[in-house]
């Protein structure tokens, strides 16, 4: 399976033929899968060093938690949060994403050294993003969204999850690229568990190939969602807790990586490297 890369990547990862990974650094207090526990800058590039070494392509640097109900943080602090963390993993030669709905903040991160936009607004919250993204020349990722973190399951609504997620991703890929951005760079994410509490997150995931179909690499993030957390729920009902939904992680990570899941997102990456290899490897086959 030949995968099609965004040109804006550095050579070496243009030249894989596999599902890349990206692993998480949440650099923020109140992050729904690790509470906190990389919130200072050091702990942050820390453990995205950490990351690389257990095989993630990509470290994705977040200052601002976009868990159900989570409320903003302000343009300053998230920039002091991020920025460090962006520049330090950069100079030691990791390839870095920022993880921001906010134009300013991807535009300092890319002058930092990152060299990726992951944005889960698509470009909604912030008008000046989608020339942020034509400027730099980043990978810029748009993903599907209906709303801030505070209201986003209100929209769970949905007359066929798949068509209705498709269309509404063409439609953020088109204004992308009447603002400039190239084609080259853009990056397509079915925006799992936002705006999509429960059962409408398993079509989207079984239509992996038809989301491909868009023409653009896709991004999966699935990663200790909630879910997951259902899915896995004991006879008492209560979701696991994010901490022990890595197993499902992984086991969606093969599933999409051998139906042509351009890149996952995960916070366990050992296992998800693993996973990745099993799917690369059965689409091979």
Known sequence: MNRRHPLALPPHLRALDRTLIMGVVNV??????????????????????????????????????????????????????????????????????????????????????????????????????AGVAAETGAVYVAMHWRGHAQVMDDHDRYVDVVSDVSMELLTRVENLRDAGVSPD?????????????????????????????????????ASRKRFLGRLLAGPDGQPVPPSARDDATAAVTALVAAHGAWCVRVHDVAKSVAAARVGDAWAAS
């Open 28 to 129: 923020t207090p109140d992050s729904f899968s690790d509470g906190g526990r990389h919130f200072d800058a050091h702990a942050g590039v820390a453990h995205g060093l950490a990351l690389v070494a257990q095989g993630a392509d990509i470290v994705d640097v977040g200052g601002e938690s976009t868990r159900p109900g989570a409320p903003r943080v302000a343009q300053d602090e998230e920039l002091r949060r991020v920025l460090p963390v962006v520049e330090e993993l950069a100079q030691q030669g990791v390839v870095v994403s920022v993880d921001t709905t906010r134009a300013s903040v991807a535009q300092a991160a890319v002058q930092a050294g990152a060299v990726m936009i992951n944005d889960v607004s698509g470009g909604l919250a912030d008008s000046d993003m």
């Open 185 to 221: 760079n853009i990056v397509v994410d079915p925006g799992l568990g936002f705006s999509k509490t429960g059962a409408n997150n398993w079509p989207l995931l079984r239509h992996v190939a038809q989301l491909n179909e868009l023409g653009y690499p896709l991004l999966i993030g």
